[in-house]
Every structure is written in C-alpha cells, then in structure tokens.
Nanobody, 122 residues
C-alpha cells in the first residue's frame, strides 16, 4: 500500500482543515487507517484511527469532539476533518495503514505516507 497525505496548511485558531490520504493498492479496503501527528521535539502520536468497515473509530482524548476520521473505500481515501483548531494542534500529520486491525501506536502500522504540515496560529 502506498499512501499520500495532503491538505495541510496555515490556519488561524478556531479554524478548520480537512486532510486527505490517498491510497493505492488492491487490498486498501481491508486495511485499518490511522492519522498520526508529530510536533517538534515530541514523539509521534496517534490521533485517530478507523477500521476497514468504518464501524470502529479511535480518537486521542485531546481531539475528541473536534476531529473526525472517515474513509471512502470507493475513492481509496481516508480523511481527517479538523475543526476548532488550536495552536497546540500544530504538527506534521501522517497517515498510516495496517492489515492487523486498528492499533493505538505507531508500531501497529506497516505503511506510512509522507507528512503534511499543519500550522495553527494564535
């Protein structure tokens, strides 16, 4: 599976962005997908994940109620809608895929896209 993330940019606090991650590969629809972020000097953290059927989602506490992960298997794309953005959301965001089911850490994901930078100004 090859992944390409895009949609990052500069936004003011309180604003919104939607990240997209386009996947290629015949078995994409069987993979769980995750969005991670990494801020300068910090470890990469999972912020949202979704299983192949979209029945199960997982969110990091700080983004619950503000971010929504979704996927369109027909378009082989996973999205991260980010609302009410805060300066502390500033980071490089990565999408990742795994055939092993939704996982809560980076170790559980086998394929990674390049990062897309999100900068939230105060």
């Amino acid at each position: 599976v090859q992944l390409q993330a895009f949609g990052g940019g500069l936004v003011q606090a309180g604003g919104s962005l939607r990240l997209s991650c386009a996947a290629s590969g015949r078995t994409y629809s069987n993979y769980a997908m995750g969005w991670f972020r990494q801020a300068p000097g910090k470890e990469r953290e999972l912020i949202a994940a979704i299983d192949w059927s979209s029945r199960s989602t997982l969110y990091e506490d700080s983004v619950k109620g503000r971010f929504t992960i979704s996927r369109d298997n027909a378009k082989i794309t996973v999205y991260l809608q980010m609302n009410s953005l805060k300066p502390e959301d500033t980071a490089v965001y990565y999408c990742a895929a795994t055939a092993r089911g939704v996982a809560g850490t980076a170790l559980g994901y086998d394929y990674w896209g390049q990062g897309t930078l999100v900068t939230v100004s105060s």
